[in-house]
């Protein structure tokens, strides 16, 4: 099987190149404490890593379905990390960054279009499902590793705190992304080893499932559940409830600076 595709198919992008940019120097300017407000370097941390986190992702089913036969993968731009190049750009970037910004929910985006009808194998089908949650599941894991190796000690707090926020929104979009609801990657994974007609009756939903989570986590008892969760992950990798929450606050720039705790 073929997976050669031009070098110009698998060049970066300068757009993918521009977002990554804008992370590490913001990301730079809360640590060093340089802009006049931290909280908007915050923000613009948190939403620049949050779009690369969703290139990341979108590129994972790309190059896995490229891997699992669909070679017109290359053609349409998926692997230049290039967010213009997906084909729900809406779904894909600008609802899940507005979601970040007025909730703090990870939710995941739209997707890459693959031509499933080139892929053999159940087992490849599920793969290429898998391959986006659990980039932002290994994302999570590299954002948290100053926590659990006790680096973070020597970390300016907004630093500190804006990497814990920016965790939370990855294990939030893991979670969402690998519940078995149709639409979303999760239903992705087990929908090769349904029967035909099964999945003939799900697919008329698959267009509203992502809605369908948003509305149950508008329930607050669904949300305390979810959230409790993720906070319990959180919690095993090093990262507190305090400094998720004040990362929140500093990304909310526009509502003020946050109180720090006493010995902060």
Same mark, same amino acid.
């Given at each position: 099987m073929t997976t050669t595709v031009a070098r110009g198919e698998r060049r970066v992008?300068?757009?993918? #190149?521009? @977002?990554?940019? @804008?992370m590490a120097v913001s990301g730079w300017a809360v640590w060093a404490d340089y802009s006049a407000s931290t909280g908007f370097a915050v923000f613009l941390f948190v939403v620049s890593g949050w779009i690369v986190s969703l290139c990341l992702h979108e590129y994972a089913h790309a190059r896995t379905a490229l891997h699992g036969g669909d070679i017109s993968i290359g053609a349409k731009g998926y692997l230049t990390l290039n967010p213009?190049?997906?084909?729900?750009?809406?779904?894909? @970037?600008? #609802?899940? /960054?507005l979601f970040v910004i007025a909730g703090g929910i990870g939710l995941p985006g739209g997707a890459v279009f693959i031509e499933r009808g080139r892929i053999r194998g159940r087992w490849r089908h599920s793969l290429i499902s898998a391959a986006g949650p659990l980039t932002n599941a290994l994302f999570a894991l590299a954002l948290t590793a100053p926590f659990?190796?006790? $680096?973070?000690? %020597?970390?300016?707090? $907004?630093?500190?705190?804006? #990497?814990?926020? #920016? $965790? &939370? &929104?990855? /294990?939030?979009?893991?979670?969402?992304?690998? &519940?078995? /609801?149709?639409?979303?990657?999760?239903?992705g994974v087990l929908e090769p080893w349904l029967s035909h007609g099964i999945r003939r009756q799900m697919e008329p939903f698959a267009p509203f499932g992502l809605l369908a989570v948003f509305a149950l986590l508008w329930i607050p008892e669904v949300n305390h559940v979810?959230?409790?969760?993720?906070? %319990?992950?959180?919690?095993?990798l090093g990262v507190s409830e305090l400094e998720t929450y004040l990362g929140q606050e500093w990304f909310r720039f526009w509502q003020g600076e946050p109180q720090l705790p006493i010995g902060s």
């Open positions: 992008s300068p757009v993918f #190149l521009g @977002i990554a940019a @804008i213009l190049k997906y084909t729900h750009a809406l779904l894909s @970037i600008v #609802l899940p /960054v659990w190796t006790g $680096a973070v000690d %020597s970390m300016p707090v $907004a630093f500190r705190c804006a #990497l814990a926020f #920016l $965790a &939370l &929104l990855q /294990v939030t979009a893991a979670i969402l992304n690998f &519940l078995p /609801v149709p639409g979303l990657d999760g239903y979810f959230f409790t969760a993720v906070d %319990s992950i959180l919690h095993a």
